[in-house]
């Protein structure tokens, strides 16, 4: 299906879908089974218990066949009801789909704004929360990463806050970008709906969603009145108890899901974030070298599942993505939203190697010439010096 004639396997560096490896394709490429029959509830008990590590979680992750749009609407319905006012931080586009879908729903959000150049503020959810003597507050939800800047929040810290306001509202979080990718604690950091998707650090193709529920969550949907039906938590819990779905599950992503969860606990999980780690500062070290601003400002918040970097002024990031499609086959994220044109998003998660790193680096650096951007030649040099320890 890719149209373009360079020799050579497409780079899919965009942030998600991310690339999905081969034993992930082998493992899906079996012959679709009976999902009502004995097969599938043994594959599909050890599955949702073993998915369980990848959140860090004893509780139950609830999985649907949808992107992960459908997961954040799961997770509002499940455990809201209309008119309940959330508290949102404006961290970037995401944050800003998932309070237009809050709206849409009729909760009532409030949006702590960011420049988009940092993650959630926890200072000002704290003072939101202790200024909200009557608990009117239901949820404070989160964007774990921030795929549309390339900011990560520290989801402790958020805890920390609601903690320290002494407040009852429920915490949902979005790792869609960082599950698999970046260090994450559904159970330690009290999260009470974790949303996630399968085409980012869990090297999926696109199609399945996730929601990791607490028992605080689970207790929320006896008054949730929302209306609620395809994405209800309790007929698939009911089902899950015996390794089934209560409608037909996306049986060969689930296969690919069980290979998928392996491969992250083969290599470690903690290995698996170390090494993203690794990549992101690389990446940002080829991105100074080049004399290119990083969009995240605040080092505590660099994520490392991407980096978005912005260009000069007069430069336009989407013709810089264009040159580089066509001449190295190469697809980078578009800015979006209000960042449209301006960056650029270099993908560095999932199935990813330090010579993904370094062909995706050189990419970018042949294109910022060929595009006429102006910057320092070297960053690939950069990069290349910080991995073989000796920058
Ligand atoms: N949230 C974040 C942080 C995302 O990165 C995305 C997609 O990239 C979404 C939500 C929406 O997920 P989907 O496109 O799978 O519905």
Not at 162 to 178: E, W
Request: net charge negative; glycine share 10%; aromatic share 8%.
């Amino acid at each position: 299906y890719q149209s373009s004639p360079i020799a050579g396997r497409h780079f899919l560096q965009i942030p998600g879908p991310t690339n999905v490896p081969d034993r992930v394709l082998r493992a899906m490429d079996n012959p679709t089974m009976d999902h009502r029959g004995p097969d599938f509830g043994r594959f599909g008990a050890q599955l949702l218990e073993k998915l369980r590590t990848v959140f860090k979680t004893e509780g139950p992750v609830v999985i649907y066949p949808a992107s992960g749009t459908g997961a954040w609407e799961a997770a509002l319905v499940n455990t809201l009801s209309p008119g309940d006012r959330v508290l949102m931080c404006e961290t970037g586009w995401f944050a800003t789909l998932w309070q237009e879908m809050a709206e849409r729903l009729q909760l009532r959000p409030e949006f702590i704004p960011t420049d988009w150049r940092r993650g959630a503020d926890a200072p000002a959810i704290e003072a939101a929360l202790r200024e909200d003597r009557s608990h009117g507050i239901k949820a404070v939800c989160v964007v774990h990463n921030e795929t549309s800047t390339g900011c990560t929040s520290r989801i402790e810290e958020v805890r920390r806050a609601i903690d320290a306001a002494g407040h009852p509202a429920l915490l949902l979080v979005d790792t869609i970008s960082s599950l698999g990718s970046i260090d994450y604690r559904h159970d330690e950091w009290g999260v009470d709906v974790t949303v996630a998707g399968s085409q980012k650090g869990l090297m999926l193709p696109p199609g399945l969603s996730f929601n990791a529920v607490s028992e605080k969550a689970l207790k929320a949907t006896e008054t949730a009145k929302l209306p609620r039906s395809f994405w209800d938590w309790h007929p698939m819990l009911k089902a899950n108890e015996t390794g089934y779905f209560p409608y037909t599950p996306a049986t060969n992503l689930l296969y690919g899901l069980d290979a998928a969860v392996d491969m992250l606990n083969e290599e470690g999980l903690d290995n698996v974030f170390a090494r993203h780690d690794r990549f992101a500062e690389a990446t940002r070290r080829a991105v100074r070298h080049w004399g290119l601003e990083i969009q995240c400002e605040e080092p505590r918040h660099y994520s490392s599942s991407l980096t978005a970097v912005r260009l000069p002024e007069g430069h336009s990031a989407n013709a810089l993505r264009a040159v580089i499609l066509e001449r190295f086959n190469m697809s980078l994220g578009n800015g979006l939203g209000r960042l449209n044109d301006r960056v650029f998003r270099i993908g560095h998660l999932g199935d990813f190697g330090p010579l993904s790193l370094i062909g995706t680096l050189g990419g970018v650096e042949m294109g910022l010439g060929a595009a006429g951007v102006p910057h320092k030649p070297g960053g690939v040099q950069a990069a290349m010096a910080y991995l073989n320890g000796n920058a």
